[in-house]
């Protein structure tokens, strides 16, 4: 790039964030960030970079449309992850627009010629597999514990740890957390439900107490025993997390996995006199997810499916005990019939809550394959065929309930033939 005239110094970029980090780890990405180190914005323009960045200068690249932003430095002015003035000029130099990083992993730059940057040793960190903060800083903008659980929950899997100080760090700010935007928290959340441990994000949240202001419905599950029978781990809150995991081993599908995460909100509304027991906690949840949802503006897909799995998920677990008729009540409330593929993702985060208890992470759950085969028959019932017989109107809607029942029934006798010794 070319010299900034009023210093006479070269223009620098360098690559910056996930890229780096990422490459170092051999670890896939997908975007390169870049900062610009001795550029004004005008030269940005000059050169045919179109701005982007409202609060501080950022440029989308001519040819390649990555992002390139003017070195900056940012000071508290106050409370809250917005609360920053920023100061974006030629004479920022490249340490100080990495000091202002969350985590030292996150604060390598990397020069044309394929040098790295590294005032903060995140390379070291790296190799150590350690999360760490690159100054006292980081407790100026509650969202980074959000950005640090998201970190774990992408790296966890490797073997990464937390640093103890950074614990500390996040610690202290969760009297700030109540300051973040619901859209902010649900799209670190989304972001963290996608990884591929994304139970180390809220285990880590829980651990430094931001789970309890940001979620405390989920929050409340940790110390509620369950029967040691049916859940050898005991507590709702360790049952939680291997549920999510169970989920994320079946699905990479968000609304599945949230599903997983919140079915049994309604244990953690128990009276402690009816421990260890929970009757009705598929009902009881119900209110504390939509409080959820509605809280942190989360998608209506994912609320619906959640809903839908905290209500039936106890019936779902007792398949082969149901009457036709209470399978054809559970198809009817899941609107089977215009929406089959429903019925899937149920089973797997029915599949994924009986997995997500110690010694049955291999377990086997048939009920999953004998509900699709009583969903098969059952959507094979054409009401064509009900026209065909001269019905209208509500006679067609009770002659698709008799066929549909009958076929579930008949689906139902065949099942025990098959599976008679």
Not at 3 to 20: C, E, H, S
Not at 317 to 329: D, F, G, P, Q, W
Not at 364 to 386: C, F, I, M
């Amino acid at each position: 790039m070319a010299k900034n005239p009023a210093t006479g110094k070269p223009v620098q970029r360098y690559l910056v964030g996930g890229a780096v980090r990422d490459s170092l780890l051999g670890y896939p990405f997908h975007e390169r960030d870049w900062v610009v180190v001795g550029a004004t914005p005008e030269q940005m323009l000059a050169l045919g970079y179109q701005q982007v960045g409202k609060d501080f200068p950022v440029f989308l690249h001519p040819d390649t449309k990555e992002e390139h932003a003017l070195a900056r430095t940012e000071r508290k002015s106050g409370k809250g992850y917005t609360g920053f003035s920023v100061y974006a000029a030629p004479d920022v130099t490249l340490e100080q627009d990495l000091l202002r990083r969350d985590l030292t992993i996150n604060a390598i730059a990397q020069a044309d010629d394929g040098s790295l940057v590294d005032p903060f040793h995140g390379a070291d960190d790296l190799k150590q597999k350690i999360l760490r903060h690159v100054s006292d800083a980081f407790a100026e903008d509650p969202l980074r514990v959000l950005r640090v659980a998201r970190f774990y929950a992408r790296y966890a899997h490797l073997g990464f740890t937390v640093a103890p100080q950074t614990k500390q760090l996040m610690q202290q700010l969760s009297s700030e957390l109540d300051t973040l935007a619901a859209e902010r928290v649900w799209q670190e959340t989304a972001k963290a439900l996608s990884e591929k441990t994304p139970q180390a994000y809220f285990d880590l949240l829980q651990q430094t107490g931001a789970l309890q202001t940001l979620m405390p419905e989920l929050a409340a599950l940790w110390g509620v025993p369950q029967p040691p029978q049916w859940h050898p781990e005991v507590d709702t809150g360790v049952h939680t997390l291997m549920v999510l995991q169970q989920a994320a081993l079946l699905s990479d599908r968000l609304d599945i996995r949230f599903a997983a995460l919140v079915h049994d909100l309604g244990k953690g509304v128990t009276k402690p006199e009816l421990w260890p027991a929970h009757h009705g906690h598929e009902h009881t949840g119900l209110p504390l997810i939509k409080q959820l949802c509605e809280r942190l503006r989360v998608p209506n897909d994912c609320r619906d499916l959640a809903l839908q799995v905290c209500e039936y998920h106890q019936i779902i677990h007792r398949a082969r005990e149901l009457k036709s008729s209470t399978v054809l009540k559970l198809f009817n409330a899941i609107d089977l019939w215009r929406k089959p593929q429903r019925l899937e993702a149920i089973l797997l985060c029915c599949e994924a809550d009986l997995r997500g208890r110690t010694g049955f992470e291999q377990a086997a759950y048939p009920q999953a394959e004998y509900l699709r085969q009583l969903a098969s028959a059952a959507l094979q019932v054409n009401a064509k065929t009900l026209l065909a017989q001269g019905l209208q109107g509500e006679q067609i809607k009770q002659g698709l309930e008799r066929a549909r029942l009958d076929a579930i029934s008949t689906a139902k006798a065949r099942d025990k033939t098959d599976t008679a010794p």
